[in-house]
């Protein structure tokens, strides 16, 4: 539940910037996801930077999609994608995340020449700001102001010789009570264009300590990025000359320290743990049709315990520096204490309704790769 507050909010797409912010939310729950739409009518601009304009205090994390239609008419409304009463999608049609902010992270300039393009000439003429409110301590009395976060677009109309496209690798998953595990993605690159990624981010919650991403092309691994998610989260530039070609594989680890008792799974609210490690990757504007394959643009696996990079890969060609943080010689090791009965009953549980979600949801709060749902195929790997 959330209170409404009518505020007048209008955006002309004729200035250089576009600013997308929630209009005027004061959530009453926490971890209650709050969605508001901007339509962009009849016009086509390219997105070439992003300023945040919110404070991880009042919002825990902001994701900004394109869609064909957004999930609802109205000024804002509750799109936790779950089982919930009053609950309607981020987009009803044609989602697609260009954007991701959480932990005060920095603003972001796309590289020179290199644009996402948004609007009518592509039919997504609708941006869609998704913000999660962890808390709402700040929201009641005497502390009633409602939230405007938003993000700031720089935007031109003209178009750029490159487009950038958004990669996105997250597992499902659970870590046991006083254990330290690997949460892993990995999916071969089934496209036919090469991509040349040019920023990574990293996301999890409390427990993650290392997120790191590779490339790897004919068993040879390329580090595109890691970083501590207890940094800050925002995009950093991918180091050399790297490139994602035909064939290749995209592989992503989560390292995840649990010191509690209790187990603790991938899910949407503050109790629950994340893992995703997101590209930024550029293709010339000719080959724009490679940011719209769907199967090339999110991998999904189960996670930890029952997905692990080594079932499908000698163990000892892994780069030993995928678990060690930057500047550092020490690895993380896994540590696994074994699930009492309760913990495997719940954590079973937890498993099913989540399939069921999937299966009741297209647009899912991570969408599934049509192709690999909930399939380990040892030759689409490595």
Not at 22 to 47: Q, R, S, W
Request: net charge negative; glycine share 6%; with cysteine.
């Amino acid at each position: 539940m959330f209170v409404f507050l009518l505020i007048c909010f209008s955006i002309s797409v004729e200035a250089e910037e576009l600013l997308l912010k929630m209009p005027g939310v004061k959530p009453t729950k926490e971890d209650e996801y709050i969605c508001h739409a901007m339509d962009l009518k009849n016009e086509t601009v390219f997105i070439t930077g992003f300023q945040p304009k919110a404070n991880a205090s009042h919002a825990h994390h902001i994701l900004i999609h394109s869609c064909v239609e957004p999930g609802s008419i109205k000024s804002f409304w509750n799109c936790l994608e779950m089982k919930i009463k009053d609950t309607r999608p981020v987009c009803k049609s044609g989602e697609k995340l260009i954007y991701s902010w959480a932990m005060n992270a920095s603003g972001f300039r796309l590289p020179k020449d290199v644009s996402i393009m948004i609007g009518k000439s592509i039919g997504k003429q609708y941006l869609v700001i998704q913000s999660h409110y962890k808390h709402v301590d700040y929201f009641r009395e005497p502390n009633s102001e409602p939230d405007e976060s938003g993000i700031i677009l720089k935007i031109q109309h003209k178009p750029t010789k490159k487009l950038a496209g958004l990669y996105l690798l997250a597992t499902d998953g659970s870590i046991p009570g006083h254990s330290t595990v690997f949460m892993e993605a990995a999916c071969s690159y089934t496209g036919g264009i090469v991509l040349h990624p040019f920023a990574y981010r990293v996301h999890t919650h409390s427990l993650g300590k290392l997120v790191s991403g590779y490339v790897v092309h004919r068993k040879n691994w390329t580090e595109i990025g890691k970083k501590s998610p207890q940094e800050e989260q925002m995009f950093y530039p991918v180091k050399g000359n790297v490139i994602i070609q035909p064939g290749d594989s995209l592989a992503a680890r989560c390292v995840m320290e649990n010191k509690g008792d209790k187990l603790v799974r991938i899910g949407s609210t503050r109790n629950d743990e994340m893992c995703n490690f997101y590209i930024y990757y550029w293709v010339n504007r000719a080959d724009s049709a490679q940011i719209y394959d769907d199967k090339n643009q999110i991998c999904f696996t189960q996670g930890w315990p029952d997905y692990k990079w080594d079932n499908f890969i000698d163990p000892s060609k892994i780069p030993v520096t995928a678990a060690m943080l930057p500047g550092s010689n020490e690895a993380f090791k896994e540590m696994i204490n074994n699930m009492n009965n309760d913990e495997k009953e719940m954590d079973k549980l937890m498993s099913d309704e989540l399939n069921e979600i999937y299966d009741d949801f297209d647009n899912s709060f991570i969408d599934l790769p049509n192709h690999k749902k909930f399939e380990n195929v040892e030759d689409e790997f490595f």
